[in-house]
């Protein structure tokens, strides 16, 4: 699966959170923290991260990242896809 | 008290004492996790330095190579990330229905730890054992959680039925910040040296 793919996926799992805070996805900063900006709590993050693997059967040993590496829009896609 | 202070790691033979410490210092918080006594005690361990943990960096004090004492913190701007860290730490551990089952209870308890001030140090956990109490190594464990946050004030959650912990605060110096229905938000300005 290439960046686009797991890019539109990880779009679409947010896209209700997203337009909840009054958030558009050509306006978000994509580098910022998504539990920073207020889009998610971190419960719900964990879960989206499970759903994201599941729906794109990968596997990412998140432990062995830092939150600052995968909490944002861009760097979700980026592990997402380096794992695919 | 000839205490010696010590870091952890996750391997280290002391993070099961350190567990089981942690989890008697705050067992409202800890009972929400699934599982026995045990295997609760267990996934702390997982936590007690673990990557990306509120536990990461911990603190050990010991006395004659017995473990009475420990405390972990961090500079406040890690907090979020930390509760993730520690989250996904567990999320990973325990089965989907176990999640889902403390998840809310969780979420609620986590609802209540108001934001910490940016600028400070948070004292995550910090615990006595119950057989080393009155002998001073909880000033001692604060002394050094002091020298961790340097130029910074500390800042700590308190549950407000613990009232021998809030007792022992005050009279270290640390005032009310905020409070929600079950907890308080201590913080102390640093101190001259």
């Known amino acids: 699966m290439n960046a686009a793919e797991v890019r539109d996926a990880v779009l679409r799992s947010l896209s209700s959170r997203l337009k909840k805070a009054g958030l558009s996805e050509d306006e978000i900063d994509g580098d910022a923290s998504l539990i920073a900006l207020g889009v998610i709590d ?43 | 008290l000839t205490l010696t202070l010590t870091g952890i790691d996750a391997l280290s033979r002391d993070a099961a004492a350190v567990a089981q410490l942690l989890y008697e210092a705050t067992p409202k918080f800890f009972d929400l996790l699934p599982g026995d006594r045990s295997e609760r005690i267990d996934l702390i361990r997982k936590l007690v330095g673990g990557r990306g943990t509120d536990m990461e960096q911990v603190v050990v004090g010991k006395e004659a190579d017995h473990v009475v004492g420990a405390f972990a913190g961090f500079p406040a701007t890690e907090h979020k990330k930390r509760e993730l860290g520690s989250l996904m730490m567990i999320a990973r551990s325990i089965s989907h229905e176990a999640w889902n089952r403390m998840k809310e209870a969780a979420r609620s308890y986590a609802s209540e730890l108001t934001a910490v001030p940016s600028e400070s140090w948070y004292l995550a956990r910090i615990a006595v054992a119950p057989a080393a109490r009155g002998r001073g190594v909880g000033a001692e464990l604060l002394a050094a959680a002091a020298v961790s946050a340097g130029a910074r004030p500390i800042s700590l959650h308190v549950h407000r039925t613990n009232s021998g912990a809030i007792a022992f605060y005050r009279r270290a110096g640390f005032r009310e910040l905020e409070s929600t229905a079950s907890f308080l938000l201590l913080g102390r300005e640093p101190r001259p040296s």
């Open chain 1, 42 to 84: 971190s419960f719900s993050f964990v879960e989206l991260l499970m759903d994201l693997q599941r729906d794109l059967s990968v596997e990412v040993d998140f432990m062995e990242l830092s939150p600052d590496d995968f909490s944002s829009i861009n760097g979700l896609v980026r592990v997402l896809s380096e794992a695919s």
